[in-house]
């Protein structure tokens, strides 16, 4: 228990860490409101993202405001050891590296990794948390549809999807040592950003335009007996692609490394969400199959494996994920891939 008297306070709360508590705070303020500034102002996401995505994020900045003094204080005080340190937080890198620009300074070898992966992940959450908090709202919304009875394919379809953006939208809000999902590592290659932003709008919907899609999770197959059993199997797959994002809990992040996951579906195949993914769409165009829906398919299923390709090679740099991978021998298919 903290007893708060001046002298108390004088002795534990260190200048240093002090300072470092208050630069991360006015950093993130000042960082996270371009952030908010860009998606209110900007016409592509003035136009995409609907006006309870847009006060969400301003919701999640207010409680950055209010709730991040207290974790800062908590901080000082829990780690009043002068060997331990305080990091830097991410939005304090970037501006400490563009002042470092400006000012043409040297920067060193560790603290250009801390800064790479800082702006990285600053991109990553700019692109990324406005689409899944956007997709949760317009999932959720779906759910209330009167055309959507209660636990019918279509409902469990839905809710599969709004649990899966919920669960990326609240890992990208939030990052700590005490949730353990501190990124260590952020996609360095062009490839692996490709791969990864072209099966997100706009960039999906640009790609759409020339490669067809087919893909549709409400179709008809052929009668009614087939369709009831091929919607079980849908189920099946939906169940084994939000397990993934449940079992990846507030590390899940497209693009990053916030730590090893090896529990179920992850326990069974490296990329469980790729694989579920992918049989799903391929199922559902069996009853409009023809070759230009094939080749489309193909073309996003090649992307999908560059992704699994990309994400293997980036992660494979953690000693923990070459332990999981001995572990884990396969990819996508229990004793096939």
Known sequence: MITFNKNIINKTINKEKLQICL?????????????????????????????EAQ????????????????????????????????????????????????????????????????????????????LMINFAFSNFQQLGSPSISFFSYSFLLTLFFTIDTIIFAVAYSLESSYLKNTVRSVEPTLLGWTASLICYPPFNTIVGKYIPWGANDHVFFWNQTLTMSFHFLLVILLLIYVSSSIALGTKASNLTNRGIVSKFPYSIVRHPAHISKCTLWWITILPVLNWKFFLGMSF???????????????????????VYKEKVKWKFIPGLI
């Open 300 to 322: 996003w299923t090649f992307v999908y494996y560059l992704r699994a390709y990309t994400e293997e090679k980036h992660l494979s740099q953690d000693p923990d994920y070459i």
């Open 55 to 130: 006060m969400t994020l301003l919701i999640f900045y207010l409680c950055f405001l209010l709730l991040s003094p207290i974790y800062g204080l908590y901080n000082l005080f829990y780690s009043n050891s002068s060997e331990i340190k305080l990091p830097k937080s991410k939005p304090f890198l970037f501006i400490q590296a563009i002042k470092k620009l400006l000012n043409e300074e040297k920067i060193d070898f560790e603290e250009k990794t801390e800064i790479k992966t800082a702006v990285l992940f600053l991109l990553v959450k700019i692109f990324f948390l406005p």
């Open 23 to 51: 630069k991360n705070y006015l950093a993130g303020a000042l960082v996270y409101a371009l952030g908010i500034a860009l998606c209110r102002y900007l016409p592509y996401y003035k136009k995409l993202l609907r006006p």
